[in-house]
């Protein structure tokens, strides 16, 4: 992995590029990590994973094991057959000693409530998940999920984010890590939560309607980003900025 920008690295350490994690004195940080073609696609075929290769798991990888807690929406857990977080035993001691658990906690978003409860996700999971749903979701799901997660009501019809990233925040976590999808991304963004993005750029064309990195209503005004660093690996660009 070579480090283009600010100072560049033939051989940079992706786990010290992005140890700099941004900072919230009220609330935890929340970096996004999304792929996207050079096109402009999220997926394709339905899927983000198509785009990625080895140098954006090994990103991916590495954010996980510096954060407290990850975040997806429920559509990404399913189109993305997400699993339990899962470190290596070294990347788990580490973050002990740095005080975290041994992998992050994965916070869900949904708004009925409805999952395949007896899937690894929930059933295989070292750390608990959480389920951030609505108190309109159905008795039967919200019983359910308190078997198998920990379920916090964040809205009557939606989830309202600034409360459920607060909640995360109550629970001891300094970091969020959004993995997606777009909608929320986009929801998070009209919240003013995101603090800082990582966006790989796959060099592959997709074509196609898949939807842009931040999806949803046009921001009111046009907010302005900082680059942070540029790395690059097979033909990939790792570029991060941070809001101003």
């Known amino acids: 992995m070579r480090l283009l920008y600010p100072d560049p690295v033939d051989e940079a350490d992706l786990a010290a590029v992005y140890a700099d994690m941004p900072k919230q ?31 954006d798991k090994a990103l991916f990888a590495v954010l996980r094991s510096l954060t407290d807690v990850v975040l997806v929406a429920s559509a990404t857990m399913r189109a993305e057959h997400y699993g339990p977080a899962v470190l290596a035993r070294d990347v788990q001691e580490v973050r002990r000693q740095r005080g975290q658990t041994a992998v992050p906690k994965i916070a869900v978003v949904s708004r009925t409530c409805q999952f395949d409860w007896n899937s690894p996700f929930f059933t295989a999971a070292e750390q608990r998940p959480i389920v951030f749903t609505v108190s309109t979701a159905a008795d039967e799901n919200l019983t359910r999920a308190a078997d198998v997660a920990e379920v916090i009501i964040a809205g009557e019809e939606d989830v309202d984010l600034t409360y459920a990233v607060d909640e ?14 777009p909608t929320l991304n986009g929801q998070l963004a009209r919240a003013g939560l995101l603090d800082e993005l990582c966006v790989t750029v796959s060099p592959l064309l997709a074509s196609g309607d898949a939807k842009r ?15 942070r660093s540029i790395c690059e690996e097979d033909g990939y660009l790792f570029v991060r900025y941070r809001t101003a």
Request: proline share 3%; charged share 15%; net charge negative.
């Open 25 to 55: 004195d009220l609330r935890p940080a929340v970096r996004l990590n999304m792929i996207v073609s050079v096109d402009g696609g999220t997926s394709w075929n339905g899927v983000s994973g198509a785009l990625g290769g080895s140098a």
């Open 168 to 181: 995360l925040g109550e629970r001891g976590a300094q970091s969020v890590l959004a993995e997606g999808g």
């Open 213 to 227: 990195i931040i999806s949803g209503s046009t921001l009111d005004v046009l907010e302005p980003l900082r680059l």
